[in-house]
């Protein structure tokens, strides 16, 4: 079993970047497909990113395509969400998640994860 520890949430300016971490433990992190979720205040937790056991296959919400990147290092057990040029509607608590797949074919539904971290927030000041 894994256990998920998200890190690096903070305020942020709109325009700004940010870097979450996640960090793994108790589990062979390379046999997890991992996944970012986010969920504002009255709203449903929403898929944001997800990456392969291998890191080679990413997936994008189209809402945050081209100002989001996800990655992982197995040998660090983290994967991690570089968001860049954020925005108001970006604000949200953020999740990590892990499924102990190589390849999650569900990859955008909260449901096909297993394991979830505590959430970090983000907060996108206008």
């Known amino acids: 079993q894994v256990q998920l520890v998200e890190s690096g949430g903070g305020l942020v300016q709109a325009g700004g970047s940010l870097k979450l971490s996640c960090a793994a433990s108790?589990?062979?992190?390379?046999?997890?497909?991992m996944g970012w979720f986010r969920q504002a205040p009255g709203l449903e937790r929403e898929f944001v990113a997800a990456?392969?056991?291998?890191?080679?296959?990413?997936y994008y919400a189209n809402s945050v395509k081209g100002r989001f990147t996800v990655s992982r290092d197995n040998a660090k057990n983290t994967v991690y969400l570089q968001m860049n040029s954020l925005d108001f509607e970006d604000t949200a608590v953020y999740y990590c998640?892990?499924?102990?797949?190589?390849?999650?074919?569900?990859?955008?539904?909260?449901?096909?994860?297993?394991?979830w971290g505590q959430g970090t927030q983000v907060t996108v000041s206008s």
């Open positions: 998640a892990a499924e102990r797949t190589y390849y999650n074919r569900n990859y955008n539904v909260p449901l096909a994860y297993t394991y």
């Open positions: 108790g589990g062979t992190f390379s046999t997890y497909s």
């Open positions: 990456i392969n056991w291998r890191g080679l296959t990413t």
